[in-house]
């Protein structure tokens, strides 16, 4: 460690590995974010049935599997975004406060709507993760069959 590393850390200054850190997330942030425009530019340019976030989500997933983008190229921008998720939902609470009255006449349907798709996610992603495990597992196995061939 330098004396200039030590002495910034000591004062309580950002260091330029930390500048680094930050400008990578910000770096990473714009990427996913440039993405989710253009696929939603995308969905309503052509009027497709599919919200552009979900197109954008696709389009990084095909992007993540064929190789175009490699995870580390995105995954500080996504840990940042995904541990600050909770901001993102705070024009949904201000939504809650204006339309007291709609949620005091029909709350248990909108409640009734929120539970039953909240466990049709979390059924959705754990049969996916399940099915991804599995498909992960037969790649291992054959990768081994290939590397160290059983001679009989």
Avoid: C
């Avoid at 200054?13 to 500048?19: A, C, E, I, K």
């Avoid at 530019?41 to 954008?56: D, E």
């Avoid at 939504?95 to 006449?105: C, E, I, N, R, S």
């Amino acid at each position: 460690m330098s004396h200039y590393h030590f002495v910034m850390e000591s004062r309580g200054g950002m260091t330029m590995n930390r500048m680094g850190d930050l400008a990578q997330v910000a770096a990473q942030s714009a990427l996913l974010g440039a993405l989710w425009w253009m696929a939603d530019f995308a969905a309503r340019h052509f009027a497709l049935p599919v919200p552009g976030s979900v197109l954008g989500l696709a389009a990084l997933l095909a992007l993540l599997v064929t190789g175009g983008v490699a995870p580390r190229w995105v995954k500080a921008g996504a840990d940042w975004l995904l541990s600050n998720m909770l901001l993102f939902f705070i024009p949904a609470a201000v939504a809650v406060v204006q339309y007291g009255g709609l949620f005091k006449t029909d709350g248990w349907r909108l409640a009734l709507v929120v539970v039953t798709g909240t466990l049709t996610v979390m059924v959705a992603v754990a049969l996916t993760v399940d099915q991804a495990v599995r498909f992960e597992r037969r790649l291992a196995l054959k990768r081994a069959r290939v590397t160290h061939p059983v001679s009989v």
